[in-house]
């Protein structure tokens, strides 16, 4: 697939067949997300891939902050992806001080290219994906089992896409770049 169709292409999807997500396909799409930029190469963010049904109701049920449309997100998604990343390294200096004044805000930057560049290999290899926002992290880590140290970003439902949603309108480039 052209860079750019793909770029275009991807589409939050919301609803997913029944089709198995095949381990070496997710391994593919882990192995390409890799290759996102992070700060001096620290590569702090981690996936978990959550098919065990009796978690994924536990986040599905109880870690949504009551919104509705992300239950049944996950209720449906094949795989859930719990995108974490490793605390206090990206945008720290080794005696753990922040290098500058954003403070915790590089870890989830990383976090965030991490995530489009996994999204973006997904739609690639004809998946569907939608980032969720509207999560209780701490409840979410917990259920998932994340290790020490690291904090939940994200959530990524992700299966084959049931449908082709419309893309939702885009600003015009004149709106978005500034010229100085
Ligand atoms: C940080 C972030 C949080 C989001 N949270 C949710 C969410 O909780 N639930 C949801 O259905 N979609 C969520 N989305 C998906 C956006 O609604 C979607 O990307 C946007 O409407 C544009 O549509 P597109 O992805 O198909 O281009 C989120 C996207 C981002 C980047």
Not at 33 to 47: D, M
Request: hydrophobic fraction near 40%.
């Amino acid at each position: 697939m052209q860079t750019k169709d793909c770029i275009i292409g991807r589409r939050s999807i919301r609803k997913f067949t029944s089709q198995k997500v095949e381990k070496e396909t997710l391994e593919g799409i882990i192995g390409l997300a890799a290759y996102a930029p992070s700060w001096k190469n620290t590569q702090v963010t981690r996936y978990y891939a959550i098919t065990d049904q009796a978690i994924k109701d536990e986040i599905a049920e109880n870690c949504t902050l009551g919104y509705d449309g992300n239950t049944r997100i996950i209720k449906g998604a094949p795989v859930l992806m719990v995108i974490a990343y490793k605390q206090g390294i990206s945008g720290y200096e080794r005696s753990g001080e922040p290098t500058t004044n954003k403070g915790d805000h590089w870890e989830v930057f990383d976090a965030g290219i991490a995530t489009q560049t996994f999204c973006l290999a997904a739609h690639d290899a004809g998946l569907g994906t939608v980032i969720m926002g509207i999560i209780d992290d701490e409840k979410i880590a917990a259920a998932a089992g994340v290790e020490e140290g690291q904090r939940v970003a994200a959530l990524v439902a992700l299966g084959y896409p049931d449908g082709e949603p419309n893309a939702p309108k885009r600003k015009d480039v004149d709106v978005l770049l500034n010229w100085r």
